[in-house]
Each structure stands twice: as C-alpha cells, then as structure tokens.
T-cell receptor, first 114, second 111 residues
Framework: EAQVTQNPRYLITVTGKKLTVTCSQNMNHEYMSWYRQDPGLGLRQIYYSMNVEVTDKGDVPEGYKVSRKEKRNFPLILESPSPNQTSLYFC?????????????FGPGTRLTVT | DAKTTQPNSMESNEEEPVHLPCNHSTISGTDYIHWYRQLPSQGPEYVIHGLTSNVNNRMASLAIAEDRKSSTLILHRATLRDAAVYYCILRHPDSNYQLIWGAGTKLIIKP
C-alpha cells in the first residue's frame, strides 16, 4: 500500500531534550516536506526536499533541522525543543515538485513540549 | 500575494450536492488551483486540481471561472464521510516549491 508513515504519532517531551520525528514514504517520491499545523493558522511549511541531499527552508524553519540521506526518509530534528514547538506535524511527499502533482500526507505527529 | 479566500464553514444535507467556493483574485496565469481536505484526526488528502478548464475525478468536480479569479469544488452527493475541512490552495508567490494553506472551509454534513 502506497503510504507516508510517521513515528511517533504522539510525543510528550521536556524543553531542551533533543528529539527526532521520522518520516518514510514507499512511493519512490522525490519531493518531501514537513508542515506544522496550529489552530487558526492552517498548515505552514517547515522544510522541504527536492531530492536526496537537497533541502531548503520553508516558511517556519527556526528551531528545526532536516536531512535527506535516502530518498524514502526525511526525518525532522528538534535539537532543543521549546514549548512554542508544541504542534501537530505532518510529513508529505509527491512524485516530483510541480503544480500537477498531488501530495500525500502522513497521519501526523502530535508533539507536546513542556 | 497569491492567496485564497474561503468561507469558514458550510452546512449541507446528506446525499445532496455541495458547492464549496474559493476566491483567488490575485492568481497568476501559471498557478494551478489545488483542493485538499482533512478529515478529523487525519492528515490532509488530495481531492482535485486544475488550471483553466473544469476537471472531474471520482471524488469531486472543480469548476474554474473563466477569469480564474474564483473556483468551486463540487461534491455531487455528500455523505457523512465527506465532513472535513476543505482547503483551496495556490502556489507560494515567492517560491516555486511551496503551497499557501489558508484556514479552509469546515464542511458539516447533516444526516
């Protein structure tokens, strides 16, 4: 089954404790991205990747890191989480980037930083 | 800014057609119009997209105004499973690689 998976689905952590949210897709997609979703603000893009070893900042990259060492994986790293990073996070992928390509989204990771 | 304007919420009866409007008066000539939906407690899901002419797929139809300043997502026969937030999305004006997501329209289906 074609899908985007994220782990963990739920995470409660404390300020400053490094964490990684994994994202994996099994569709051989080139384009992957991370979003956060906060009430009243819609989805905002954090980082995206056009292909292996090619990443770039989205609208809200501060406090986040990403890497793309393999085509299927695109982990999101919070080196020193803070309470304002409490949010719902989604990973997405598409075959390539382009207006005529749909994005597939993961189920989401709900992160709480205390 | 190429951004969209949608009603905050809409209600419809089950098994009736639903027309979800979207205004995008600053759309550029090359921007596709994308629609996604987000069911409760799930990630967004692609619905449909188009450029100039009307589009149909198994989920919905997309009607695009001739001047492209507005579009309408049409669910031909809404079911309770169609209750979701529907997003009308355009490309980010400052980047080729981002989509602008607004607040969307919360669609409520009444049985």
């Amino acid at each position: 089954e074609a899908q985007v998976t994220q782990n963990p689905r739920y995470l409660i952590t404390v300020t400053g404790k490094k964490l990684t949210v994994t994202c994996s897709q099994n569709m051989n997609h080139e384009y992957m991205s991370w979003y956060r979703q906060d009430p009243g603000l819609g989805l905002r893009q954090i980082y995206y990747s056009m292909n292996v070893e090619v990443t770039d900042k989205g609208d809200v990259p501060e406090g986040y890191k990403v890497s793309r060492k393999e085509k299927r994986n695109f982990p999101l790293i919070l080196e020193s989480p803070s309470p304002n990073q409490t949010s719902l996070y989604f990973c997405a992928s598409s075959l390539v980037w382009g207006d005529s390509y749909e994005q597939y989204f993961g189920p989401g990771t709900r992160l709480t930083v205390t | 800014d190429a951004k969209t304007t949608q009603p905050n919420s809409m209600e419809s009866n089950e098994e009736e057609p639903v027309h979800l409007p979207c205004n995008h008066s600053t759309i550029s000539g090359t921007d596709y119009i994308h629609w996604y939906r987000q069911l409760p407690s799930q990630g967004p899901e692609y619905v449909i997209h188009g450029l100039t002419s009307n589009v149909n797929n198994r989920m919905a139809s997309l009607a695009i105004a001739e001047d492209r300043k507005s579009s309408t997502l049409i669910l031909h026969r809404a079911t309770l499973r169609d209750a979701a937030v529907y997003y009308c999305i355009l490309r980010h004006p400052d980047s080729n690689y981002q989509l602008i997501w607004g607040a969307g329209t919360k669609l409520i289906i009444k049985p």
